[in-house]
């Protein structure tokens, strides 16, 4: 079983950055990759981007690609999305997602392959 807490929302002016933290607890870290996903009201749960076990492999959705980054820590057990020139359509709740895999290139992109979630943290972009 793996623990996720996501932290770091708030609200922000459209150009805005936030950066998102995701906290894991509970199995080895390292053994997991991550992902970022959102949910804006009235619309389905959407991928943002995602890094493999060792952080040397993203993927990302088009609408974050060179704004978005994502990182992580494994001596810390945390995750990060840092979001730059941010936009009004960015606002959602958003979620980490953490997936096992014994393959060290995996970097899932559909919420359905990933084993854990966070509870969310609700991200507001004012124009």
């Known amino acids: 079983q793996v623990q996720l807490v996501e932290s770091g929302g708030g609200s922000v002016q459209a150009g805005g950055s936030l950066r998102l933290s995701c906290a894991a607890s509970?199995?080895?870290?390292?053994?997991?990759?991550m992902g970022w996903f959102r949910q804006a009201p009235g619309k389905e749960r959407e991928f943002v981007i995602a890094?493999?076990?060792?952080?040397?492999?993203?993927f990302y959705a088009d609408s974050v690609r060179g704004r978005f980054t994502i990182s992580r820590d494994n001596a810390k057990n945390t995750a990060y999305l840092q979001m730059n020139s941010l936009k009004p359509e960015d606002t959602a709740v958003y979620y980490c997602?953490?997936?096992?895999?014994?393959?060290?290139?995996?970097?899932?992109?559909?919420?359905?392959?990933?084993?854990?979630w966070g509870q969310g943290t609700q991200v507001t972009v004012s124009s």
């Open positions: 997602a953490a997936r096992h895999t014994e393959r060290s290139d995996y970097t899932p992109v559909l919420a359905a392959t990933y084993n854990y």
């Open positions: 890094l493999n076990r060792n952080g040397g492999n993203t």
């Open positions: 509970g199995r080895t870290f390292s053994n997991y990759a």
